[in-house]
């Protein structure tokens, strides 16, 4: 089992949409969570952290349930620059390393 | 821009080759982890190095070794390289290293092709 799993998609969604994307971490020990956004050919940029009381960024929430070892990015009125790869990351236990999903692939349509 | 650099950005080698990949970490920051990225996959972690040592290590054969220099750049080698290596090689820096440390910055990279 992977230790970060995310639906890879692709997601193709109107413009003005909301999209929600899931994520899943087999570790219950992990320390902190983060939605990274990586473009085509680029490297990933830090999104959001996630917190367990939920965070708002915008038209970005990302949801953390620690019991369930789940993790959720919603956006909404989703804008055609929100096309991106959408990574879910959790801080791994043990040796110093983000632990990266395969990504979740929007596509917004205009 | 997140300050961190890479060279070169892009290198194609043939089978059997070693490269040598560069890092320079942003100012003020000491941690330096490197991180292979494939087609269609998530980067996956090849190590870390801190204070001139090798601070963690992925899933990666001996082949992939490292350096980190006083002034907290890295370079990431790979001898005998194989078809598989062909990847993004990512490079972040961090600007602490306790338990807890979150914040990676990450360079463009390096678009590594094996032939």
């Known amino acids: 089992r992977k230790e970060v799993e995310q639906d890879p998609g692709p997601f193709n969604v109107p413009e003005g949409a909301t999209v929600a994307f899931n994520c899943t971490y087999s570790?219950?020990?992990?320390?902190?969570f983060f939605w990274y956004r990586q473009d085509c050919r680029k490297e990933p940029k830090l999104l959001m952290s996630?917190?367990?009381s939920g965070n708002e960024d915008g038209r970005f929430t990302a949801q953390l349930n620690r019991a369930s070892q789940y993790i959720s990015l919603l956006i909404r009125d989703s804008k055609l620059s929100d096309s991106a790869t959408y990574l879910c990351?959790?801080?791994?236990?043990?040796?110093?390393?983000?632990?990266f999903g395969q990504g979740t692939r929007l596509t917004i349509n205009p | 821009e997140t300050g961190v650099t890479q060279s070169p950005t892009h290198l194609i080698k043939t089978r059997g080759q070693q490269v040598t990949l560069r890092c320079s970490s942003q100012?003020?920051?000491?941690?330096v982890s490197w991180y292979q990225q494939a087609l269609g996959q998530g980067p996956q972690f090849i190590f870390q190095?801190?204070?001139?040592?090798?601070?963690g290590r992925g899933n990666f054969p001996p082949r992939f070794s490292g350096l980190q220099f006083p002034n907290y750049s890295s370079e990431l080698n790979v001898n005998a390289l194989e078809l598989d290596d062909s990847a993004l090689y990512l490079c972040?820096?961090?600007?602490?290293?306790?338990?807890?440390?979150?914040?990676?910055?990450f360079g463009p990279g390096t678009r590594l092709t094996v032939l």
């Open positions: 972040a820096s961090s600007p602490i290293r306790d338990r807890f440390i979150r914040m990676q910055y």
């Open positions: 570790n219950s020990a992990s320390q902190s």
């Open positions: 190095y801190y204070r001139e040592e090798e601070n």
């Open positions: 996630v917190y367990s």
């Open positions: 100012s003020g920051h000491n941690t």
């Open positions: 990351v959790v801080w791994g236990q043990g040796a110093q390393k983000l632990v």
